[in-house]
């Protein structure tokens, strides 16, 4: 059986967000998957990665979050909401992340998951990340709204291109070992539509609701984003001049 993890970046569970990731549990359920949550909103998810998160940290000693993770991680010290975090992606074999674009970006809330539950010595160490990252065999899928129209959002779209604005949570994933799926993204939702072009929102909103078993059935065979294996940068970290680049964000030449 699989086991899908939903995480919701999202204050509102009444959203369109909050209404899609519902629609996935419901597609994953009728699929058989056993479903977990991480309503980050629901659960009241701190994001902000700090020493008083940790007992024995004394507010005079210089707080060093990676080896205090490290060090919490190895001695079952770990925050407990955190610990809940790393059980649930621990147990999951595909987690599916859905959010808006704030400000060009996922919400803060995901960028402080991120930091506080990908904890160093337990999701990732200097000899277990990207091709031997501790979560090889796992996926994981964004489903994305943005307030910008697709158009605004292209390769040439003022917003700047969708896929480079996620591409930093993206690698986040590979950096742990996860396989990442092209992500899901449906544009143009916001409040403030009227009359026909509010109709229209709505009903595509409807049909991505409608349709989001037949996404889900289709994730076995879903294209997956590429990115550079271990072998492909020399020594210094250096893509190779010989391997291919997959994104702006690792390329060859400025
Ligand atoms: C703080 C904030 C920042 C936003 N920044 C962006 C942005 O950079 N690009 C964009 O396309 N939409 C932006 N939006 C619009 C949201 O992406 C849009 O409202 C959301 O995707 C709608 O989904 P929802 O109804 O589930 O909230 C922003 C909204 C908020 C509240």
């Given at each position: 059986m699989t086991t899908t993890l939903i995480v919701l970046a999202h204050p509102e569970r009444r959203s369109f967000t909050g209404a899609w990731a519902e629609a996935t549990a419901r597609a994953c359920a009728?699929?058989?998957?056993?479903?977990?949550?991480?309503?980050?909103?629901?659960?009241?998810?701190?994001?902000?990665?700090?020493?008083?998160?940790?007992?024995?940290?004394?507010?005079?000693?210089?707080?060093?979050?990676?080896?205090v993770q490290e060090d919490a991680a190895e001695n079952c010290a770990l925050p407990d909401d955190v610990s809940e975090e790393i059980r649930k992606i621990r147990a999951a074999d595909r987690v599916i992340f859905h959010f808006p674009i704030w400000w060009f970006a996922p919400p803060a809330v995901l960028k402080g998951w991120?930091?506080?539950?990908?904890?160093?010595?337990?999701?990732?160490?200097?000899?277990?990340?990207?091709?031997?990252?501790?979560?090889?065999?796992?996926?994981?899928?964004?489903?994305?709204?943005?307030?910008?129209k697709a158009t605004e959002s292209a390769f040439n779209g003022k917003e700047g291109d969708i896929r480079l604005l996620l591409w930093p949570a993206a690698y986040t994933l590979r950096y742990l070992g996860f396989s990442v799926y092209v992500p899901e993204?449906?544009?143009?939702?916001?409040?403030?539509?009227?009359?026909?072009?509010?109709?229209?929102?709505?009903?595509?909103?409807?049909?991505?609701?409608?349709?989001?078993?037949?996404?889900?059935?289709?994730?076995?065979?879903?294209?997956?984003?590429?990115?550079?294996?271990?072998?492909?940068f020399d020594a210094e970290g250096r893509l190779r001049p010989d391997r291919p680049s997959h994104s702006p964000f690792i390329r060859h030449g400025e």
């Amino acid at each position: 059986m699989t086991t899908t993890l939903i995480v919701l970046a999202h204050p509102e569970r009444r959203s369109f967000t909050g209404a899609w990731a519902e629609a996935t549990a419901r597609a994953c359920a009728e699929a058989g998957d056993e479903v977990i949550w991480s309503d980050l909103g629901q659960i009241g998810f701190d994001p902000a990665e700090r020493a008083d998160h940790y007992r024995g940290i004394s507010p005079t000693d210089r707080f060093d979050p990676l080896k205090v993770q490290e060090d919490a991680a190895e001695n079952c010290a770990l925050p407990d909401d955190v610990s809940e975090e790393i059980r649930k992606i621990r147990a999951a074999d595909r987690v599916i992340f859905h959010f808006p674009i704030w400000w060009f970006a996922p919400p803060a809330v995901l960028k402080g998951w991120f930091d506080r539950v990908l904890a160093h010595g337990a999701l990732h160490s200097v000899d277990e990340r990207f091709d031997t990252g501790m979560c090889r065999g796992k996926s994981a899928l964004f489903c994305v709204t943005t307030g910008s129209k697709a158009t605004e959002s292209a390769f040439n779209g003022k917003e700047g291109d969708i896929r480079l604005l996620l591409w930093p949570a993206a690698y986040t994933l590979r950096y742990l070992g996860f396989s990442v799926y092209v992500p899901e993204v449906i544009h143009g939702v916001h409040g403030y539509h009227t009359g026909a072009e509010l109709a229209e929102m709505e009903q595509r909103l409807k049909a991505a609701l409608d349709g989001q078993s037949k996404l889900v059935a289709g994730l076995k065979t879903r294209e997956q984003m590429r990115f550079n294996s271990n072998t492909d940068f020399d020594a210094e970290g250096r893509l190779r001049p010989d391997r291919p680049s997959h994104s702006p964000f690792i390329r060859h030449g400025e």
